[in-house]
């Protein structure tokens, strides 16, 4: 799939692999690459990271990453205005431990890697509409635990359950759904008579405000970025843009100063009622990263 292809697609003009980008192929209005597809690299296998570690900046420059952490639960702290879950990001805790922590019924400290792992499953399959059955396969547990577990996690973030519900029923009356940012998906199966249909839309009709707004999110900070690196006379530019990851092919001489500039832009795309939180890191390759 890669090894062979990716270097047949150098372009003889500039020595490097050009991807295109489109605005209008997935459906919640993520940029999705094509000709290769770049955000497709595997990351977690060693082939993967073998690939990766072929992807090299300009001589005498870095590769600079900067991922947004979390964002699309901080979308949804935001959205719903879970007390509890708009509270833990304010107060900057880690929010999988203090989820499993209400899950397990153990203090914070006392989580394990194992329970935090539950936690982060159950935080982020919840807002794609995880069934118990769904949960209880991903974690080779019990269906009837599965289920425990999602009342208790919807017990103590009960608006964030009423949120997800309300989401559905706005599409049903509207037969669309929206981004926090005004963007449309049009949702024409929502009132379907075939259950798996209908049941597919209600999961898109809770997805898509979050996930779309995550993406309308990076494009504003990808915008902004761009402008601000044309204003700063900066050598840095964005290569690659990774779902909630922007890339940047930086001078050694600029890597402190846009590193800096690359969290506050990221950070400051977009003003929520919990703060936004931007990780970097640099290397030598994509895969030191």
């Given at each position: 799939?890669?090894?062979?292809?990716?270097?047949?697609?150098?372009?003889?003009?500039?020595?490097?692999?050009?991807?295109?980008?489109?605005?209008?192929?997935?459906?919640?209005?993520?940029?999705?690459?094509?000709?290769?597809?770049?955000?497709?690299?595997?990351?977690?296998?060693?082939?993967?990271?073998?690939?990766?570690?072929?992807?090299?900046?300009?001589?005498?420059?870095?590769?600079?990453?900067?991922?947004?952490?979390?964002?699309?639960?901080?979308?949804?702290?935001?959205?719903?205005?879970?007390?509890?879950?708009?509270?833990?990001?304010?107060?900057?805790?880690?929010?999988?431990?203090?989820?499993?922590?209400?899950?397990?019924?153990?203090?914070?400290?006392?989580?394990?890697?194992?329970?935090?792992?539950?936690?982060?499953?159950?935080?982020?399959?919840?807002?794609?509409?995880?069934?118990?059955?769904?949960?209880?396969?991903?974690?080779?547990?019990?269906?009837?635990?599965?289920?425990?577990?999602?009342?208790?996690?919807?017990?103590?973030y009960s608006t964030v359950k009423k949120f997800l519900d309300s989401q559905i029923e706005i599409a049903r009356k509207r037969g669309w759904t929206t981004t926090l940012l005004g963007?449309?998906?049009?949702?024409?199966?929502?009132?379907?008579?075939?259950?798996?249909?209908?049941?597919?839309?209600?999961?898109?009709?809770?997805?898509?405000?979050?996930?779309?707004?995550?993406?309308?999110?990076?494009?504003?900070?990808?915008?902004?970025?761009?402008?601000?690196?044309?204003?700063?006379?900066?050598?840095?530019?964005?290569?690659?843009?990774?779902?909630?990851?922007?890339?940047?092919?930086?001078?050694?001489?600029?890597?402190?100063?846009?590193?800096?500039?690359?969290?506050?832009?990221?950070?400051?795309?977009?003003?929520?009622?919990?703060?936004?939180?931007?990780?970097?890191?640099?290397?030598?390759?994509?895969?030191?990263?």
């Open positions: 799939t890669y090894v062979d292809p990716l270097p047949r697609m150098i372009d003889p003009k500039t020595g490097r692999i050009h991807s295109s980008f489109r605005q209008t192929v997935a459906a919640t209005g993520r940029l999705s690459s094509s000709d290769p597809n770049l955000q497709n690299i595997p990351v977690r296998t060693e082939r993967g990271q073998q690939i990766r570690h072929a992807f090299i900046p300009s001589p005498g420059s870095k590769m600079l990453s900067a991922d947004y952490s979390q964002i699309e639960l901080r979308i949804l702290a935001h959205m719903s205005q879970d007390p509890d879950l708009v509270g833990s990001f304010q107060r900057d805790e880690d929010v999988h431990q203090r989820t499993a922590s209400e899950i397990f019924g153990v203090l914070p400290e006392k989580v394990d890697e194992q329970q935090r792992g539950v936690a982060k499953a159950i935080n982020f399959g919840l807002m794609y509409g995880k069934t118990a059955f769904g949960l209880s396969s991903e974690l080779g547990i019990p269906r009837k635990n599965a289920q425990e577990m999602i009342q208790r996690y919807f017990t103590r963007r449309k998906r049009y949702l024409p199966e929502i009132n379907s008579k075939n259950p798996a249909v209908r049941a597919g839309a209600e999961r898109m009709a809770m997805n898509t405000p979050i996930q779309g707004t995550a993406a309308d999110l990076i494009k504003l900070a990808m915008i902004h970025l761009d402008e601000e690196l044309t204003r700063g006379g900066y050598q840095s530019k964005l290569i690659i843009q990774v779902h909630d990851e922007l890339l940047l092919d930086c001078p050694d001489q600029e890597v402190k100063e846009v590193r800096v500039l690359v969290e506050r832009v990221m950070e400051g795309a977009l003003s929520l009622s919990v703060p936004l939180r931007v990780n970097t890191g640099l290397g030598k390759n994509w895969g030191d990263l």
